[in-house]
Nanobody, 115 residues
Framework: QRQLVESGGGLVQPGGSLRLSCAASSSIFSGYTMAWHRQAPGQQRELIAAINVGGTTTYPESVKGRFTISRDTAKNTVYLQMNNLKAEDTAGYYC?????????WGQGTQVTVSS
């Protein structure tokens, strides 16, 4: 049983927007920090957004002001709203849930930014 299921990736033109969703099983959403990472070919996986149970968010400078992470407790879902997308945002995007030593990853969804 997959614990985290991402959706919403696809092809978008530069300057466009996408919203990614990550549906989590109820057993690993409540109490967990939820995050999005991305990995481009030949690059290391990097954290791009995180939100804890209190709603505090974290972003690296590369996406700050363009990406917004949010969580819907009623739906056990975390979202990543991505605006003003750039070619360098092209990557596989992965959802992650972590709490202490517990750590879960989704299988990823591809985002391609190209004209």
């Amino acid at each position: 049983q997959r614990q985290l299921v991402e959706s919403g990736g696809g092809l978008v033109q530069p300057g466009g927007s996408l919203r990614l969703s990550c549906a989590a099983s109820s057993s690993i959403f409540s109490g967990y920090t939820m995050a999005w990472h991305r990995q481009a070919p030949g690059q290391q996986r990097e954290l791009i957004a995180a939100i804890n149970v209190g709603g505090t968010t974290t972003y690296p400078e590369s996406v700050k002001g363009r990406f917004t992470i949010s969580r819907d407790t009623a739906k056990n879902t975390v979202y990543l709203q991505m605006n003003n997308l750039k070619a360098e945002d092209t990557a596989g995007y992965y959802c992650r849930a972590y709490y202490g030593t517990l750590n879960y990853w989704g299988q990823g969804t591809q985002v391609t930014v190209s004209s």
